[in-house]
Nanobody, 126 residues
Framework: QVQLVESGGGLVQPGGSLRLSCLAS????????MGWFRQAPGKEREGVSC????????YYTNSVKGRFTISRDNANNAVYLQMNSLKPEDTAVYYC???????????????????WGQGTQVTVSS
């Protein structure tokens, strides 16, 4: 059974930082790209970042480039999202997901092996 458990969300002031973690189990972790998505109230889900399997190359939606960094630890079945210079518009529930892609500046949810965590709330407010 696939499980994705996110942690690390919280309330932070504009300009602050948070590091999200996602621990995965129930599948061969290093076979799949891993991604972070977010959904703000009243908005559609948005792809934030996607990381490749072995070379760990990260892809980002334009609004977070230069501020967010995705990384993975294949030995410990974990993926992380370091978020710096946070803005109020980054406020959302952030979800970890298996199998993502990247096309023309957009992070896409994969269709081959889609699984989602329960989400962690990130609130950026003064």
């Amino acid at each position: 059974q696939v499980q994705l458990v996110e942690s690390g969300g919280g309330l932070v002031q504009p300009g602050g930082s948070l590091r999200l973690s996602c621990l995965a189990s129930g599948f061969t972790f290093d076979y799949y790209t891993m991604g972070w998505f977010r959904q703000a109230p009243g908005k559609e889900r948005e792809g934030v970042s996607c990381i490749t399997t072995n070379d760990g190359r990260g892809y980002y939606t334009n609004s977070v480039k230069g501020r967010f960094t995705i990384s993975r630890d294949n030995a410990n079945n974990a993926v992380y999202l370091q978020m710096n210079s946070l803005k109020p518009e980054d406020t959302a529930v952030y979800y970890c997901a298996t199998d993502c892609g990247y096309e023309e500046g957009t992070v896409l949810a994969g269709e081959r092996f889609p699984n989602w965590g329960q989400g962690t709330q990130v609130t950026v407010s003064s």
